[in-house]
């Protein structure tokens, strides 16, 4: 058939299929997912084409349905089994039955599934990303690595899928090609994977920045996430693909550009399909997936180090948006509230019960105050009593839960009666009837212990803390707190303990009860443990509190002191599951707060992975609210009080700032310290600015500038350098100490070549030339021109001292800047300048190209212009050195200068002739002077026409004859103008004495 014959038969089918329906299944593309990518490419631009164009769209269809369908499962937002379900789907085959496509679907579907535990080694929660980031810590070698390994994966699964990789030449199954393809192809993605990842990975990272700064709303981050995924994992499955079907490398690059667009498709499509499943399920994952960890730098310390400071961010975007409203809906807990086959299964997680013998304390009954003191209480109320305890592990924990024996048996009881029939390993029986389940009931209800807290009930308030390592147990007892009596003596009558935390690690619960407020208690007393770990953030609370003491309380028992301040603040506030409990205490206690994320990033960055929170993720996005939305206004609280406040309200919040603030905040901080007269403030201002400043660089520009003359810390900025462990501070104390004082102009200019470090030896540098230059010192200026530490200060150096030497109309300074200008340029800039500004002094003229002579060979030519044009006797020694130079046009000049010389000295013995020698020698030196050709012998033997003998004026006029009629014209006429003797031009004055 004939292509014409081919094009009506394809135009009697499209009219014949006028319906979609018929356009849909009437095609030559071998997927699904190619027939509906072909059917919207058709409806943007349907045209009659010939067979092979059509049979070619249907091909690029059909590889653009691949790409879509590896990037969709490869995506970490879908499950394994979903991720392989669409790529399976999207490939079937329209043109055989479902039977046929059975083993087609199984296929793809394996390798989606395995596309897609590839794509989740690349999560930041991922088994891979964390194996990485716990060895290599999070940088750029780890990223690669990461990138490196996951695009390994997607090789080796794109080619052992493939079955035309295990195939040789001859077409015959071979292990060895198809081991040798996986290992090349392998690689080549490995490669490919990395910069693809790394875009991929910025694109994400940028989204979530510009989501926590408000700049963007939730919805489009996660679009410009997923399309950003989505890009990098096509761009490299549409390169793997090529290269799995040998095709050329320009092949190859074409289909890196196609798959890089169909991936980023693929992404948003996915990120639009999981966001509108999440909205209608209720259960809505965090929208920015790729990198969002990584945006939300935990702020962690080693064991016994200073801990880092939260990043700060503008407390407002660009737009003005608060970065409040990009948190909504993401800060809130969704608490586990079990049923009884959960708390069956809590229950099956305390191990090995074991017996002891322990001294517990116990209230005296009876006993009623009012008590002298404490000791007074402790000696009647409360005793010592040793009793049988049952201590139970637990699963998962290291937490051990102590319960006195008599208490746990009680329990015991309760636990059958309220487990009844649910676990026939618990209970008398799986089924019992009606009327016995009616009977268990009332047991239940006539039981005093019937609303207890059983021990299995707190073990999913232990998983949810932050850190569950820091109780070491948990001690439940059936009597009341025997210090209510001296709480109530000292804070109020009708106060009840539910619980207490010891510096021992101990948490006590008193006759605890099965209710809502059992999650709070818990979490009120692990702060406590927090605030007794912690000591550096304890003192901070409690200076942050004491700033805070007229603001925000919670209850009026977080009044009580300190440490019931921080307890239910960060316990019962900062970490309650619902939103606005966190969100009104960071926003009405920011100082508070701003310490709580100090200490909350220091028991992250401690807890071992076992002991974290199962909602440390919902617990890393507070501390991420905390770091930038309420630390910047703990910042500008903290600035606001330093600058307002009265000097003990200074001093706290400098103390406070020292830990809370950046390098943003060093200038303030070196202001006080060198300008506060009170000593505690401007000692405390000091020690903070050295608290910010973490790296010896920045610690060692603060002693400068706080040990500088006149500042009121500068003794203890010297003692400090005396003591600081690094090489340069000898050399930096050196500095400080002759700093500010001209009469170590010496000392500073000799420390501009051995201060230890660039900024030391700028440092030394420009205090050198600030005192040199009030000093006017033309000497000192021109060494350290000299010794600049680099090219760009040098020339700015020279620059300065120039224009300040022409504002002073210095010729002496001018001139010997010349010699110490940075280049070349430069010095013929400064030579031009002189040469034009001293053009009528010939004496300067002279001495200034002397000295050019000397000090810059660059200029030689000019400067032996200039001497042959003065021609001064006098020079002709530094010009005879020249005479041999190397450079043609500079042993030229030279000896045109050497024989100016020559002649200006002949000239001036033959005048000298005229006037004091005999007749016969007058003659001889007349017609010398007619032969030597120089104009200026003409004004002497026209005097000499005129007042010597006949015979010397006509020697003289003959001698006049050889010059140019109006030269003699021009000097005639100037004789007869004076009236009197011509003074000749050769009767030299006496020369100063030349500056050479």
């Not at 631009?45 to 164009?53: E, G, L, N, T």
């Not at 996986?182 to 910025?202: E, H, W």
């Amino acid at each position: 058939m004939s292509l014409e014959s081919t094009d009506n038969v394809h135009k009697v089918g499209a009219e014949e299929a006028s319906t979609w329906v018929g356009q849909l299944f009437d095609r030559q593309e071998a997927t699904i997912g190619g027939t509906v990518v072909g059917f919207v490419r058709d409806l943007l631009d349907y045209s009659p084409s010939q067979a092979f164009i059509r049979d070619s769209k249907a091909k690029s269809n059909d590889e653009i349905a691949h790409i879509a369908a590896d990037t969709a499962a490869f995506l970490p937002s879908l499950k394994w089994t979903a991720g392989g379900a669409i790529r399976a789907a999207l490939l079937l085959d329209p043109h055989v039955g479902l039977t046929d496509n059975l083993a087609g679907f199984g296929k793809n579907f394996l390798e989606g599934a395995a596309l897609n535990k590839v794509g989740r080694l690349a999560c930041p929660e991922g088994i891979l990303s964390t194996a990485v980031t716990t060895r290599l810590g999070k940088g750029i070698l780890a990223e690669s690595l990461t990138h490196l390994s996951v695009g390994l994966g997607m090789g080796a699964v794109k080619t052992g899928f493939n079955a035309d990789a295990w195939r040789d030449a001859s077409g015959a199954w071979s292990i060895r090609d198809g081991a040798a393809n996986i290992i090349k192809n392998s690689s080549v993605c490995a490669l490919a994977n990395v910069p693809a990842g790394m875009i991929g990975f910025r694109i994400s990272k940028a989204a979530s920045v510009s989501l926590g700064q408000g700049l963007i709303s939730s919805r489009t981050a996660g679009l410009i996430s997923g399309v950003g995924s989505g890009w990098a994992a096509g761009s490299v499955f549409g390169g793997i693909d090529g290269l799995v079907a040998g095709k050329s490398w320009n092949e190859v690059l074409s289909g890196v550009y196609k798959g890089g667009l169909v991936g980023g498709v693929t992404g948003g499509f996915v990120h639009g399909y999981e966001s509108s499943r999440a909205r209608w399920t209720g259960h809505a994952e965090p929208l920015v997936r790729a990198g969002r960890m990584d945006s939300v730098e935990l702020v962690t310390t080693q064991s016994g180090a200073a801990p880092k400071r939260l990043s700060p961010v503008p407390e407002r975007s660009a737009s003005g948006k608060s970065a409040e409203t990009s948190f909504e809906g993401e800060l809130s807990i969704h608490t586990e509230f079990s049923d009884v086959s959960r708390k069956i299964e809590h229950f099956k997680r305390l191990l090995r019960p074991t017996l002891a013998v322990e001294e517990l304390s116990v209230p005296v009954e009876g006993v009623k105050g009012p008590f002298k003191d404490f000791a007074d209480f402790e000696r009647q109320a409360v005793r010592r009593v040793r009793q049988t305890v049952r201590i139970y592990e637990v699963e998962g924990h290291s937490t051990k839960i102590v319960i006195p024996e008599e208490f746990a048996k009680a329990l015991d009881e309760v636990r059958q009666l309220r487990y009844f029939g649910k676990d026939p390993s618990m209970a008398p029986a799986a089924e019992r009837p009606f009327a016995e389940r009616l009977q268990v009931r009332r047991r239940l209800l006539a039981n005093p212990f019937r609303d207890s807290a059983l021990p299995e009930d707190f073990i999913p308030l232990l998983d949810g803390l932050p850190d569950r390592s820091l109780v070491r147990r948990l001690v439940l007892v059936n009597h009341v707190n025997p210090e209510d009596p001296w709480i109530q003596q000292t804070y109020q009558p009708d106060f009840k303990a539910a619980a207490t935390a010891s510096r021992t690690a101990d948490i006590t619960f008193y006759c605890p009860q099965r209710d809502q407020v059992l999650r709070s208690t818990v979490f009120h007393e692990w702060a406590h443990l927090v605030k007794f770990k912690l000591a550096d953030e304890s003192y901070l609370f409690d200076l942050a509190a004491e700033l805070e003491k007229d603001g925000y309380y919670a209850s009026t028992y977080s009044r009580r002191n300190m440490d019931e301040n921080f307890a239910v603040h960060m316990g019962e506030q900062l970490l309650h599951h619902d939103a606005d409990f966190f969100v009104t205490v960071a926003g009405e206690a920011p100082l508070r707060s701003a310490i709580f994320g100090r200490a909350l990033a220091r028991v992250f960055g401690e807890a071992r992975p076992w002991a974290r929170s199962k909602y440390h993720r919902e617990f890393n996005e507070r501390l991420r609210y905390l770091e930038t939305v309420t630390l910047p206004k703990a910042q500008a609280a903290l600035v606001e009080k330093i600058r307002s406040g009265n000097v003990d309200t200074q001093k706290i919040a400098v103390k406070l700032l020292g830990s809370l603030g950046n390098a943003s905040h060093l200038d303030l901080l070196i202001g006080l310290a060198k300008n506060s007269s009170d000593t505690g403030l401007s000692s405390g201002a000091f020690d903070s600015a050295l608290a910010i400043a973490r790296s010896n660089d920045t610690k060692l520009q603060v002693l400068v500038e706080v040990g500088s003359l006149g500042s009121y810390a500068r003794q203890e900025a010297m003692n400090y350098l005396r003591t600081m462990r690094d090489y340069r501070a000898g050399s930096y104390l050196q500095f400080v100490e002759c700093a500010g004082k001209p009469l170590k102009l010496s000392d500073l200019i000799y420390l501009v070549e051995t201060m230890p470090d660039a900024p030391g030896k700028r440092l030394a540098f420009e205090e050198a030339w600030r005192i040199a230059e009030e000093k006017k010192d033309i000497r000192a200026i021109g060494i350290l021109i000299d010794k600049a530490p680099d090219s760009t200060i040098k020339q700015s150096a020279f620059n300065r001292a120039w224009q300040q030497a022409m504002s002073r109309d210095d010729i002496e300074a001018m001139v010997a800047l010349m010699g110490k200008a940075p280049d070349g340029t430069a010095a013929e800039r400064a030579f031009g300048y002189l040469m034009n500004k001293y053009k009528d002094n010939p004496d300067e003229l002279t001495s200034i190209a002397v000295r050019t002579l000397r000090e810059r060979p660059e200029l030689r030519a000019r400067a032996l212009e200039v001497l042959a044009v003065a021609a001064d006797p006098r020079t002709e020694g530094y010009i005879v050195k020249f005479l041999n130079d190397r450079n043609a046009n500079i042993a030229r000049r030279a000896r045109l200068a050497v024989e100016a010389i020559e002649q200006n000295i002949e000239l001036m013995r033959l005048t000298s002739r005229l006037k004091i020698g005999t007749e016969k020698s007058q003659v001889s030196a007349i017609r010398a002077l007619g032969r030597l050709g120089d104009y200026r012998a003409v004004p002497p033997l026209l005097e000499t026409a005129t007042q010597g003998s006949l015979l010397i004026q006509q020697e003289a006029l003959a001698a006049l004859r050889q010059y140019p009629s109006n030269v003699v014209k021009f000097y005639g006429r100037q004789l007869a103008q004076a009236g009197q003797g011509v003074v000749s031009p050769l009767s030299m004055p006496p020369y100063r004495l030349p500056r050479y």
